[in-house]
């Protein structure tokens, strides 16, 4: 029996973290997918794309060589041989990032992508996926599906408190939501899927909601 879990929200709402620790928690692989989107972007980057040339991009990232290692206690990305991890949440890479993501040739590819890790994972235990259309587009069909949202000046407040520049931070924050607004929505729960406002709950009682959630679909599937 496995489990697939979806999570999806806006920036800053906490998906990656809480996605994580549900996967460690529960013993599945962690899928950040937005991390296929910034790769994407730092490849383009290095090869001198122009992000504007949406085909030059799509070509670029349909023949691009990706892994994703799904370890939730040191989840890497490598690219042509190199771990990329460290380099793919600079400044740099998020306020360009979503150039790529509306891109929807791009997002076809890297979509695709996805739902083939996704579906490796059936194999095993499962996978917490997170991003910006898992619960909707990617994977409508996963047995838990949680979108997070946050206040939009508490979820600026978490990214400044990583130690980043305020006008930088507000940018890749409600900037980009803004940008990948125009091709997904993530900002209200299609139906079947659960709403957590993460506002005023510690990154713990988040998790332990996720988890419940979970535990109550095993439990389910378990009795039937
Ligand atoms: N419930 C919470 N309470 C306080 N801080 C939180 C909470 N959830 C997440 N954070 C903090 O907010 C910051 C952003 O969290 P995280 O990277 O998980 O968000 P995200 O939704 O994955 O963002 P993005 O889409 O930009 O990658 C981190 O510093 C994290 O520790
Ligand atoms: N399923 C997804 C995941 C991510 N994106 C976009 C949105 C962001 O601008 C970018 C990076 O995501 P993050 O690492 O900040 O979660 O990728 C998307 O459109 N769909």
Redo the contacts with the bound molecule.
């Keep these: 029996m496995s489990i697939v879990i979806a999570i999806d929200?806006?920036?800053?709402?906490?998906?990656?973290?809480?996605?994580?620790a549900v996967a460690a928690k529960l013993g599945l692989e962690y899928f950040?997918t937005?991390a296929t989107y910034r790769v994407a972007a730092l490849h383009c980057l290095r090869e001198g794309i122009n992000l504007n040339n949406t085909d030059d991009v799509a070509a670029m990232v349909s023949t691009m060589n990706v892994e994703m290692r799904l370890d939730p206690a040191n989840p890497v990305v490598v690219l042509d041989d190199e771990d990329v991890s460290r380099l793919l949440?600079t400044d740099t890479i998020?306020l360009i990032v979503s150039d790529v993501a509306t891109n929807l040739a791009a997002r076809a590819v890297l979509g695709d992508m996805q739902r083939r890790v996704i579906a490796a994972s059936r194999k095993g235990a499962g996978i917490v996926a997170?991003?910006?259309d898992i619960t909707s587009v990617i994977a409508p069909e996963a047995e838990v599906r949680v979108l997070?949202t946050?206040d939009d000046e508490?979820?600026v407040a978490?990214?400044a408190?990583?130690g980043a520049d305020p006008v930088t931070v507000r940018e890749?924050?409600l900037g980009?939501d803004r940008k990948d607004a125009t091709v997904v929505e993530f900002h209200t729960a299609a139906d079947g899927v659960v709403q957590i406002d993460?506002?005023d709950?510690?990154?713990d009682?988040?998790v332990l909601a996720v988890v419940r959630l979970a535990e109550a679909q095993l439990a389910e599937e378990a009795s039937e």
Aim: proline letters at 3%; glycine letters at 16%; aromatic letters at 0%.
């Design positions: 929200g806006p920036a800053g709402t906490g998906k990656s973290t809480v996605a994580r950040d937005g949440h998020s997170e991003g910006r997070l946050a508490v979820r978490r990214r408190g990583d890749a924050v980009r993460t506002t709950l510690t990154i009682e988040v």
